[in-house]
């Protein structure tokens, strides 16, 4: 009998976690005994933990490596005989604070052959190095190999797809690659990637939805931070999908720029059964942008708007209108273009309240304008804390969130609550500028939580 690993994720944003199916599916491979557990749907069970030679969590993303902390506590606890990992995209921007948390090995960007690595010298040779010997970061390419979901929740625990019909679809979730080619400054990818992607094998791709659909699923979401790295690969994916499950619809993340220059692509998205793309266009100021080294404008915005609009593709876009750069005047100018865009319907509300999160490494602190008000890396937070040079923006971004916190807690609608926001970030008082025809909401996701948000106490106490 092989050796026995745990793999844990602890939020992947509502999603069935790749990051656990894809290693699972290497280590039993290798003849490990793996048992897979995801805190965010379900209970932690110390067994396996307790029987473990090795245990890894995943960690994708800023919540989830808050979350990690108390776990590495209680597996340390449960049995300090067990190699601890963490891996993930953000386990190599927290590698200090993961290791004083306990984790004896931290693995960024392409881990499964890292964690294979690990398995064969710490499980199967037995060894106990003084010091990591597989490498913090890898971009090395990898032979990906199909995804194992055994052992994780159904799908049917996870977030889903809820139409403007108010039809709901159980949704899958997979990649296609990792990494991007492109250095935005205020991404975590950037730190660990370096402007290169990883593709996963369309094949491999395939298998993965395929098993999904097998499982219940009506729809995936492809989880890439971009799907247009390989527009090539990507697209081929995309019709094969739909040839194979006509009835199949599907989610992407893309950026502006690519939506701009691959706008001969928009018709091969609908057609293959699109319904959502999101993008994080960030900021309608030029300014902004250009300090974010986002690869797009306000006017490249508002003409990938309209295209996707035309096409019948629905728009999901993300802002961070929070910035050391923004002014009272700039934030209403953000309102103004949502309205002029006829984009509020389309808007989540937590949008309005977004602020910048400086991670460990943001190529942000590279400028001085940010460097000089961000504090140190907080290590419970998990960033570099920073105030605004003008005290009213950090007032009403408090306000903001409480704002809308309790205007969706009583149920009021997207419109309302952009009459609200407006109210309250105007100085001077007077009415929200008239918004276009009302729009039916896009396709959204029953997924409350954002990659900035706060763990809830309830996701500790499943422990
Ligand atoms: S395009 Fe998206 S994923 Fe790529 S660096 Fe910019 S923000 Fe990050």
């Known amino acids: 009998m092989g050796g026995r690993v745990v793999l844990i ?8 976690p790749f990051g656990l199916a894809s290693p699972a599916a290497w280590l039993r491979g290798a003849g490990a005994t793996v048992s897979v557990q995801d805190l965010a749907v379900s209970a932690f069970d110390p067994g396996p933990v307790c029987a473990a030679d090795l245990v890894a969590v995943f960690v994708p993303m800023h919540t989830a ?3 990690a902390g108390p776990v590495l506590a209680k597996v340390k606890e449960l049995n300090p005989r067990a190699h601890v990992c963490v891996f993930g995209l953000y386990a190599a921007l927290n590698a200090e604070h993961l290791r004083r948390l306990g984790a004896d090995t931290v693995l960024g960007g392409e881990f499964e052959t890292g964690l294979l690595g690990l398995y064969r010298q710490v499980v199967e040779r037995g060894e106990r190095p003084a010091h990591q010997t597989q490498p913090l970061v890898s971009t090395e390419r990898q032979a990906f190999t199909t995804p194992d979901r055994t052992g994780l929740p159904p799908l049917e625990k996870y977030a889903r797809l809820v139409l403007p019909s108010g039809e709901t679809r159980v949704v899958g979730h997979t990649e296609t690659s990792r990494g991007c080619r ?14 290169r992607f990883r593709v ?6 395939l298998a993965d939805v395929r098993q999904q659909v097998n499982a219940g699923a009506q729809h995936i ?3 890439d931070p971009d799907f247009f790295n390989g527009p090539a690969h990507a697209t081929r994916i995309v019709r094969r999908v739909h040839e194979e ?3 199949l619809s599907y989610d992407v993340t893309i950026k502006i720029e690519h939506l701009r220059r691959r706008g001969d692509l928009l018709p091969v998205l609908r057609r293959t059964g699109c319904v959502l793309v999101t993008s994080a266009v960030e900021a309608f100021d030029d300014a902004v942008l250009a300090r974010l080294d986002k690869g797009h404008t306000r006017l490249d915005v508002e003409n990938v708007a309209r295209a996707l609009d035309a096409e019948g593709l629905p728009f999901n876009p993300t802002f ?6 923004t002014t009272l005047d700039g934030y209403l100018g953000f309102l103004s273009e949502l309205a002029r865009l006829n984009l509020v319907d389309g808007v989540s509300p937590v949008q309005y309240t977004i602020r910048l999160l400086l991670p460990a490494g943001s190529r942000l602190l590279e400028l001085p304008d940010v460097a000089e008000p961000a504090g140190a890396f907080d290590a419970t937070a998990l960033y570099h804390p920073w105030r605004h040079p003008d005290p009213r923006l950090d007032r009403l971004h408090g306000d903001l969130v409480a704002l809308v916190t309790e205007a969706q807690r009583v149920g009021r609608t997207r419109r309302e609550i952009f009459a609200d926001v407006w109210r309250a970030a105007c100085p001077a008082g007077g009415d929200p500028p008239p918004l276009p025809p009302r729009r039916s909401p896009p396709p ?3 997924e409350p939580w954002y990659c900035c948000a706060e763990p809830t106490e309830e996701q500790f106490f499943r422990l």
Request: aromatic fraction near 14%; proline fraction near 13%; glycine fraction near 6%.
């Open 9 to 16: 994720s602890t939020y992947e944003l509502g999603r069935q």
């Open 65 to 67: 490596t808050k979350l």
């Open 182 to 195: 492109h250095l935005c400054r205020h991404c975590p990818v950037v730190p660990v990637y370096n402007g």
């Open 200 to 205: 996963v094998p369309e094949d491999v791709v």
């Open 221 to 223: 979401t492809f989880g």
């Open 245 to 247: 499950f006509p009835a």
């Open 320 to 325: 961070v209108p929070f910035t050391p750069w």
């Open 444 to 446: 959204h996701l029953t």
